[in-house]
């Protein structure tokens, strides 16, 4: 039946409904406007779903570093005066070497906070070192907007430490917080304060129930991947610290300015997560380095990344540039 109603309607002159060139053209450029406006949508939604799992990720290694304390005396993870070169609170060993790191089991470098945290996670530090720098970045929670991997190393005494091709740190200390001031340092021998710096306020020690505005300081944040040379990830001397996302100017291609390592903080859409003193995590907006008179607001607020009372005016390698000021 159907097949002669078709040979009738040939016969007639008539041909069955179809789609001419030109509306074939106009249904695929009026698809293709619309991808173009749900992609950029679909691509941000996707990318507030990882900020908020990189959060996630920064509240539970907070709750790490808590249950840390709890068994080091109170003491912050990650400082130098702590666990980080390998020491136990109050020790040292000394000048610090990347070769002697390796023997300063189980941190990685004199910034590293993530492998005291690795039995928090339930991961055994190795005790070779390129196997605990993998578990370093790999056992403890990473930021998936984070794909940034190791190399090439340039340094000779580095190119036997750190793995090629290997996840870099996610997340920093902000280092500032690590130190101790001039008059809390007790000596250089073991079981002593001894990490200082003179811009930090004098009688200041590592330990976030003596931090004060808490909720104001940051312990974590998404971080850049500091390199000594341009376009190179080194990551062994500093890759697990950063000086925080104040600065008054960004001008690179300079240890932590410039372009490519700022893109490494704000990497969610132009925010960054960071994780406070006290537990809460907030994700900030870049902000003005130079509002409220060089004191930042946002993320560029000089009291995220320094302990109250430092004097920025006496920060280590200070630019020239930098306002000098009484952090609040």
Known sequence: MFLGSQVALFRSGLRPAGFSLIEVLVVVAMVALLMAILLPSLSGARELARAAVC????????????????EQRGWLVGSPNTSGNGAPP??????????????????????????PLLKEFGTRAPRDFKQRYTAAVSAVPQCP????????????????????????PSYAISRFFTYVGDKAKT???????????????????????????????????????????RGEIANANWGFSSQG?????????????????????????GTINIAAFDGHIER???????ADRGKGRDARRAKWWFPSGTRTELLPSKATCEPEIVVP
């Not at 990347?98 to 470098?109: G, I, N, V």
């Not at 900030?284 to 130079?290: H, I, L, V, W, Y």
Request: overall charge neutral; some cysteine; proline content about 7%.
């Open 90 to 115: 109050g020790f040292a060993a000394g000048a610090y070497t990347p070769t002697a790191s390796r023997d300063h089991y189980p941190a990685l470098q004199v910034f590293d906070w993530a492998s």
């Open 55 to 70: 959060g996630s990720n920064l509240k539970q290694i907070s709750l790490a570093a808590t249950a840390y304390g709890l």
């Open 245 to 269: 996302a104040w600065r008054s100017h960004d001008e690179g291609p300079v240890t932590y300015r410039g372009d490519f390592l700022r893109k490494e903080m704000w990497r969610h859409r």
């Open 284 to 290: 900030q907006r870049e902000g003005d380095s130079d």
């Open 145 to 168: 907007t984070n794909r940034r991997r190791t190399g090439p190393v340039s340094y000779p005494e580095l190119m036997d430490l750190i793995p090629a091709d290997t996840l870099a």
């Open 187 to 229: 000596g250089e021998t073991a079981g002593t304060l001894w990490w200082h710096e003179d811009c930090i306020p004098a009688r200041y020690v590592p330990k976030p129930d003596l931090i004060k505005q808490p909720a104001g300081k940051a312990f974590l944040a998404d971080a850049h991947i500091v390199s000594k040379t």
